[in-house]
């Protein structure tokens, strides 16, 4: 009788195949036509890689090529984190994406997502390595019902066979207002102390390498933040990938 018990998840995938193969597929931004990626031809054209040259610290393109190249912020001040890399510019495209992914029912976009971000997150990475999402405040994780940062962190673990998905490691000890609509300085001071590491966890940080994972970077003053709290708890180097950027100078 085992034999031809069809089992829920099963059918949901066999059904999830058979949907696939006889419905076109949408673009998930604007419902045209689309391939198998899951964006059309238009909306794949209005996303923007960061190209090199980058610096090799932030990441922040350049306008040149050096041996060794930094950016004038990195020089002076450099930043608290080994490296920092974005998918894309934060604009057109990937500025829907990314609000698509947030605010809306976007957790259907994780593996297209994921398949954008492997490169780079294999790059930054080693097998061993500690991939921390940046924590929503509990308040607002109920409120979405879900970190995007997370999901998008927990998948490029799975897709790519690497890293250790560690998500328990940092945590948002207070509510934070948006950093929306707020300066530099602004951003700096409104994310300053709120993020903790439980010291349960600590033991397993020691020393490991840590792949920060967030949507988007501003200035920067949030991965800078988390970086610090992470090195202060014994964390190896930190490093972050971000689907996009906001492509000025990241210097807090
Ligand atoms: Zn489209
Ligand atoms: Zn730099």
Not at 8 to 28: E, I
Not at 30 to 41: I, K, S, V
Not at 55 to 84: E, N, Q, S, V, Y
Not at 107 to 136: K, M, Y
Request: net charge positive; proline share 8%.
């Amino acid at each position: 009788m085992d034999r031809i018990r069809i089992r829920p998840a099963a059918f949901t995938a066999a059904a999830g195949r058979l949907a696939t193969l006889l419905l076109p597929h949408q673009c998930v931004l604007c419902r045209q036509f689309a391939d198998t990626t899951g964006l059309c031809a238009t909306c794949w054209d209005g996303l923007t890689p960061i190209a090199a040259p980058l610096c090799a610290r932030c990441g922040l393109p350049l306008g040149h090529t050096l041996a060794d190249p930094l950016c004038a912020g990195c020089w002076t001040k450099p930043p608290p984190l080994a490296a920092i890399r974005a998918c894309f510019h934060y604009a057109d495209s990937a500025r829907e994406l990314i609000l698509h992914y947030k605010h809306g029912d976007g957790l259907q976009l994780t593996p297209l997502l994921a398949r954008l971000g492997a490169r780079l997150f294999i790059e930054l990475g080693s097998p061993e390595t500690l991939v921390i999402p940046v924590p929503l405040h509990r308040r607002r994780y109920f409120r979405r019902r879900y970190n995007q940062a997370a999901e998008w962190a927990r998948h490029l673990c799975r897709y790519t066979a690497q890293g250790v998905f560690a998500p328990d490691m940092l945590t948002r000890r207070r509510a934070t207002r948006s950093q929306g609509g707020l300066s530099r300085h602004q951003r700096k001071r409104n994310i300053a102390g709120a993020f903790a590491v439980p010291p349960p966890t600590i033991p397993r940080l020691e020393g490991r390498p840590v792949l920060m994972i967030d949507d988007v970077l501003t200035t920067g003053a949030t991965l800078h933040e988390a970086a610090r709290r992470l090195t202060a708890a014994g964390s190896g180097p930190v490093s972050a990938l971000v689907l996009a950027r906001v492509t000025r100078p990241s210097h807090a």
